[in-house]
């Protein structure tokens, strides 16, 4: 079954305590994306990946970073979260960059920072 | 500041009758428009989309409407049935280098009522 895993699909941190939320994909995607939902803003793009190291910013990229050794993995990884950055974070995948490709998201991970 | 605006966070429709969503765009440069549905704890997932050498996109019960000189696009679903009721996401590219970028509005929660 094609399809995009996050995980965890939950967590609850303390505030500077490093974490990683693992994204994968088995749709032989070249483009890979972190998004994160807020309440009144809908979906922001925090990263992108266009290729195997090869990432960019998105919108809203502070505190966050991203790698990508392997076509099918797109960790984001928060190296000191804090309150604000509590949010649903979703991963994304497209077959290629054309403007109405169609993305591909994870079901979610809800992440909570104390 | 947003560039896709979706200005009804709730609409509420009978079962039976036409749902009509709206969405507001800023950005002259978007090309293409996705229109993205999600239940609660899933990832969202594509629905339809448009081009904007194109005014009318159809899809079994969905079309999509886009008035480039307004700057507006409309997701009409008939008739509605129950397993709509979800967050509906507009969302927009720009350019075919967009790397996937997609710059989605606040989302509207549809219920369908009996």
């Known amino acids: 079954e094609a399809q995009v895993t996050q995980n965890p699909r939950y967590l609850i941190t303390v505030t500077g305590k490093k974490l990683t939320v693992t994204c994968s994909q088995n749709?032989?995607?070249?483009?890979m994306s972190w998004y994160r939902q807020d309440p009144g803003l809908g979906l922001r793009q925090i990263y992108y990946?266009?290729?195997?190291?090869?990432?960019d910013k998105g919108d809203v990229p502070e505190g966050y970073k991203v790698s990508r050794k392997e076509k099918r993995n797109f960790p984001l990884i928060l190296e000191s979260p804090s309150p604000n950055q509590t949010s649903l974070y979703f991963c994304?995948?497209?077959?290629?960059?054309?403007?109405?490709?169609?993305?591909?998201f994870g079901q979610g991970t809800r992440l909570t920072v104390v | 500041d947003q560039q896709v605006k979706q200005n009804s966070p709730s609409l509420s429709v009978q079962e039976g009758r036409i749902s009509i969503l709206n969405c507001d765009y800023t950005?002259?440069?978007?090309?293409?428009f996705l229109w993205y549905k999600k239940y609660p704890a899933e990832g969202p997932t594509f629905l339809i989309s448009?081009?904007?050498?194109?005014d009318k996109n159809e899809d079994g019960r969905f079309t999509v409407f886009l008035n480039k000189s307004a700057k507006h696009l409309s997701l009409h679903i008939v008739p509605s049935q129950p397993g709509d009721s979800a967050v509906y996401f507009c969302?927009?590219?720009?350019?075919?280098?967009?790397?996937?970028?997609?710059?989605f509005g606040a989302g509207t929660q549809v219920v369908v009522t009996p």
């Open positions: 990946s266009m290729n195997v190291e090869v990432t």
């Open positions: 448009i081009s904007s050498i194109k």
């Open positions: 950005n002259s440069m978007f090309d293409y």
């Open positions: 969302a927009a590219s720009a350019g075919a280098d967009s790397w996937g970028k997609l710059q």
């Open positions: 749709m032989n995607h070249e483009y």
């Open positions: 994304a995948s497209s077959l290629s960059h054309g403007g109405g490709t169609e993305a591909f």
